[in-house]
Every structure is written in structure tokens, then in C-alpha cells.
């Protein structure tokens, strides 16, 4: 990696553990309104593709629980203790759930 990158990591560490509290409201919405975005998006895709079912009853059952899924991402972000905790822990519950959906798509 050359320096500049290197740079950009720093400042972003920086960033997400500061205490500003206009900061880490902003990083907090950032969190609540793309990370939701995200989190939804692929447990929506990986409920689809576990569910045993014939694929329109699925997609059918599955689309009545994204507002749920949403809701709770947006209250994760503002109770988590930092903004760097609440993106760490929407990013995790997202790539976890999009694992599940690809390995879902490749088993069937």
C-alpha cells in the first residue's frame, strides 16, 4: 500500500474514534440510513434463497419483513455505544447475511 492509502485509513480510524459528537451523529445516520440500506438488502436476498418453499411463496413472506429489519438497524445505530461499533456490527450482520444468501444461491 503506498503512503496515501495508508493516510486515508489513519484519518477514517481517526474519524469513527473521535468523540465529536457532531461527528459521530453524522457517522451514526450514515450508519442507520446505508448500512439499514445494506442489512436489509441482504437478509431480504438470504431469507429468499433459505426458505424451502416454492420461490413466489418465499419472495411473497420474505418481502413482509424488511421494514422490520430496517427499524431495528436504524435503533442499532443510535443505541450502539460509538459510531464505529455500530458500523462494525451492521457491516459484520451484513456480510454474514450475504454470505448466506451466495452460499444459498450456489447450493441450489
Do not use: H
Not at 2 to 9: A, S, Y
Not at 34 to 52: E, I, K, N, Q, R
Not at 67 to 88: E, H, I, M, S, V
Amino acid at each position: 500500500m503506498n503512503t496515501t492509502t495508508l493516510e486515508v485509513f489513519k484519518r477514517l480510524r481517526e474519524l469513527f474514534a473521535g468523540t465529536d459528537n457532531t461527528t459521530q451523529t453524522i457517522l451514526r445516520i450514515l450508519a442507520a440510513v446505508f448500512g439499514g440500506y445494506a442489512l436489509t438488502s441482504s437478509m431480504l436476498a438470504a431469507l429468499v434463497l433459505l426458505l424451502p418453499w416454492a420461490k413466489a411463496d418465499a419472495l411473497f413472506f420474505s418481502v413482509l419483513f424488511p421494514p422490520l429489519f430496517y427499524t431495528g438497524a436504524l435503533l442499532w445505530a443510535f443505541a450502539a455505544p460509538t459510531a464505529q461499533r455500530a458500523w462494525r456490527n451492521l457491516l459484520v450482520v451484513t456480510l454474514s447475511c450475504g454470505f448466506l444468501a451466495l452460499v444459498a444461491a450456489w447450493v441450489r
